[in-house]
């Protein structure tokens, strides 16, 4: 636990320290002149918002093995079969968290890529980016899937046990059920961040959460079924309740996929249709001469192009005054 503690505390106060005191820092971090400005509340709460995905992520990660834990508990027949149960779930559940780590990587470079071009009006660029990212997490996740069900004895007994125990096979056999919900968890992750790069921060908070609400009362109610049913060991249906939350929320991951999907083609047909009726003049442009900046204008009987779902635009021109003719300068 210290050595946690530690390995996250000394890098964060050496980037704390960088951004403040170093002279090496091109851009440093005066924080005494940044309150003398004043905070830019609306910006605050708006950064809080993207984060708050991956924040909700992490909490409720957490959470997610202690409500494991109390379930195991409280369905098991005494004290040594709830102990047995947690031992077998703290096996099973660290290859899956490792199989996982591809997909946060995955989504992290979708969420840099998608969000420099969403941000440049790259729509196009921005959809072929998630589209990557979906479909090596579907194609890594049936690979690390085939894998673990290939060798899962061999990865129980990394953990110390050894086939002449009684719950080895049982231990294989909930390695094997755990690691069937890893493609679709794959997919929410990736698409989970990638939510956040448009600026979507509460859908993303959702898509972070939707999991853990699916799972949380699965855990409790199917052991609750299996015990109303008669079942003699009704704390083993906790593992199954996982897995089969998992592809519940799959349905709201893949329409929350193609919502994304949609949304940055839709604004790709738009960027399109405005090149198309000449609107391209009234975006940002970097022109050589005075000359060369030319708008539509009514008054000399050019009518304004018509664009497509925009209903507000913004003319904004970078005007080069080292290029501009020395006549011009006093105009």
């Not at 170093?22 to 709460?45: H, I, M, Y």
């Not at 690979?143 to 080895?168: K, N, R």
């Not at 052991?223 to 309740?241: C, E, I, N, Q």
């Amino acid at each position: 636990a210290y050595s946690t503690v530690f390995s996250q505390l000394i890098p964060g106060a050496w980037i704390l320290w960088y951004i403040t005191f170093s002279k090496t820092n091109p851009v440093p971090v005066r924080w005494r002149q940044s309150f003398a400005d004043g905070v830019d509340w609306p910006l605050v709460l708006r950064i809080v918002q993207i984060g708050s995905g991956a924040a909700f992520s992490k909490i409720l990660g957490g959470a997610w093995t202690v409500v494991a834990f109390v379930a195991l508990r409280m369905f098991s027949t005494d004290d040594a079969n709830a102990s047995r149960l947690i031992a077998i779930w703290a096996v099973v559940s660290k290859p899956g968290t490792l199989m996982l780590m591809p997909s946060i990587g995955l989504g992290q470079a979708s969420v840099v890529l998608v969000a420099f071009n969403f941000g440049a009006r790259q729509f196009r660029r921005a959809f072929k980016s998630l589209k990557y990212t979906v479909s090596i997490s579907l194609v890594f996740g049936v690979a690390a899937l085939a894998l673990v069900l290939l060798l899962s004895p061999q990865i129980v007994q990394l953990f110390g046990f050894t086939t002449a125990d009684a719950d080895f096979e049982y231990c294989v056999s909930v390695l094997r059920l755990f690691m069937i919900s890893v493609p679709p968890v794959m997919l929410l992750f990736a698409v989970q961040q990638t939510y956040s790069a448009v600026g979507w921060g509460g859908p993303s908070a959702i898509l972070s959460a939707s999991r853990q609400l699916f799972q949380f009362p699965a855990m409790l109610l199917l052991p609750m079924l299996a015990r109303h049913l008669g079942s003699d060991d009704p704390a083993k249906f906790v593992f199954g309740a996982v897995v089969l939350a998992d592809y519940v929320n799959f349905v709201p991951t893949v329409y929350a996929t193609f919502v994304l999907f949609r949304y940055l083609l839709k604004l790709d047909k738009g960027e399109a249709a405005m090149k198309l009726a000449g609107a391209d003049d009234l975006l940002p442009t970097r022109p050589t001469s005075f000359d060369s900046v030319r708008s539509p204008s009514v008054s000399d009987g050019a009518d304004l192009p018509a664009v497509a779902d925009a209903t507000d635009i913004k003319i904004s021109v970078i005007f080069d005054a080292e290029a501009a003719p020395a006549s011009d300068a006093s105009s």
